[in-house]
Nanobody, 123 residues
Framework: QVQLVESGGGLVQPGDSLRLSCAAS????????MGWFRQAPGEDREFVAA????????RYADSVKGRFTVSRDNAKNTAYLQMNSLKPEDTAVYYC????????????????WGQGTQVTVSS
């Protein structure tokens, strides 16, 4: 069993930055691959980024590549999503999740999910 808690969301203006955190407890965090997804109202849950258990492998959706950076600190049992140059279309609830699959983009491949944190980008 793994418990995940996201934090760091908020209301920002276009061009601003935010850093989301995902704190994990339960099963050994450093054995888990992690992913970030987002879901806007009326839309399907969308893959954003993923990071391998060691932190050396990452994968990004084309829509965020070059603007978002995923990282992790296994000593703190925490994963991060640094979001720069935010756009209104980045507005969504952001979720972190765990998977045994390496850098998968499919939500069905993730087994534990956090409750989500709202990110709103608006002028």
């Amino acid at each position: 069993q793994v418990q995940l808690v996201e934090s760091g969301g908020g209301l920002v203006q276009p061009g601003d930055s935010l850093r989301l955190s995902c704190a994990a407890s339960g099963r050994a965090f450093n054995n888990l691959n992690m992913g970030w997804f987002r879901q806007a109202p009326g839309e399907d849950r969308e893959f954003v980024a993923a990071i391998g258990w060691s932190g050396t492998g990452t994968r990004y959706a084309d829509s965020v590549k070059g603007r978002f950076t995923v990282s992790r600190d296994n000593a703190k049992n925490t994963a991060y999503l640094q979001m720069n140059s935010l756009k209104p279309e980045d507005t969504a609830v952001y979720y972190c999740a765990t998977t045994w699959l390496a850098l998968t983009t499919r939500a069905l491949g993730y087994n534990y999910w956090g409750q989500g944190t709202q990110v709103t980008v608006s002028s």
